[in-house]
């Protein structure tokens, strides 16, 4: 089994910036690909960033694109998501996602394990 568990939400003022880690353990999930997602209240999860395993293949929601950064250290099990410029719109549930080798993309469906989120607020 593998868990997923994502920190560093918080409230931060418009234009702030937060870094979001997702860590995991259990079984070993390498190579992985990892995305991040998002949920607002009323709204359906939806995309923010994917990265492959060596790091090297990133791509973003044209609504993040510029002001979000998604990384990872496999040394330490973890996926980053550094997030610049915030708006109120970011305002959102974050949940880390896993997928076994290069399956993981830009649906949910895609993804194999999930943590339990992380809330972001941003205040205008």
């Known amino acids: 089994q593998v868990q997923l568990v994502?920190?560093?939400g918080g409230l931060v003022q418009a234009g702030g910036s937060l870094r979001l880690s997702c860590t995991a353990s259990g079984r070993a999930l390498r190579p992985a690909t990892n995305g991040w997602f998002r949920?607002?209240?009323g709204?359906?999860?939806e995309f923010v960033a994917v990265i492959n395993w060596s790091g090297g293949i990133t791509y973003y929601a044209a609504s993040v694109?510029?002001?979000?950064?998604?990384?990872?250290?496999?040394?330490?099990?973890?996926?980053?998501?550094?997030?610049d410029s915030l708006k109120p719109e970011d305002t959102a549930l974050y949940y880390c996602?896993?997928?076994?080798?290069?399956?993981?993309g830009r649906t949910p469906a895609e993804?194999?394990?999930?943590?339990?989120?992380?809330?972001?607020?941003?205040?205008?």
């Open 6 to 8: 994502e920190s560093g």
């Open 97 to 104: 996602a896993a997928a076994l080798g290069a399956r993981g």
């Open 39 to 41: 949920q607002a209240p």
């Open 65 to 83: 694109k510029g002001r979000f950064t998604i990384s990872r250290d496999n040394t330490k099990n973890t996926v980053y998501l550094q997030m």
């Open 43 to 45: 709204k359906e999860r």
């Open 111 to 124: 993804y194999d394990y999930w943590g339990q989120g992380t809330q972001v607020t941003v205040s205008s």
